[in-house]
């Protein structure tokens, strides 16, 4: 399973991204898409997952209620739309898949990853 993100970029505080990424093709190991983000000097920090239906969602603490993730069956598409931006959401976002959201909230890893895309967000 290949992942292709895109969407990320330079925002002021305040201001607002959606990033998309595209799986190659959706099996049972990859039926579950989300996104983990790591920043210069930290850890990998798991943001948000959803179930291949988007009805189950999870997010992490630091972005709950300013970002939301859904997901395009039809296009095997996830998309990220993130809200109120503040310099420390500046990070490398990954596109993630794996076989259950819940466990990648919980594993805080993943079984597929898709190559980085910047987000910078300027003060």
């Known amino acids: 399973v290949q992942l292709q993100a895109s969407g990320g970029g330079l925002v002021q505080t305040g201001g607002s991204l959606r990033l998309s990424c595209a799986a190659s093709?959706?099996?049972?190991?990859?039926?579950?898409m989300g996104w983990f983000r790591q920043a210069p000097g930290k850890e990998r920090e798991f943001v948000a997952a959803?179930?291949?239906?988007?009805?189950?969602?999870y997010y992490g603490n630091s972005v709950k209620g300013r970002f939301t993730i859904s997901r395009d069956i039809t296009k095997n598409t996830v998309y990220l739309q993130m809200n109120f931006l503040s310099p420390e959401d500046t990070a490398v976002y990954y596109c993630?898949?794996?076989?259950?959201?819940?466990?990648?909230?919980?594993?805080?890893?993943?079984?597929?990853w898709g190559q980085g895309t910047q987000v910078t967000v300027s003060s």
């Open positions: 993630a898949a794996g076989s259950a959201a819940y466990s990648m909230l919980v594993k805080r890893t993943a079984s597929y």
């Open positions: 093709e959706r099996t049972s190991s990859s039926s579950a």
């Open positions: 959803a179930a291949m239906s988007g009805s189950s969602t």
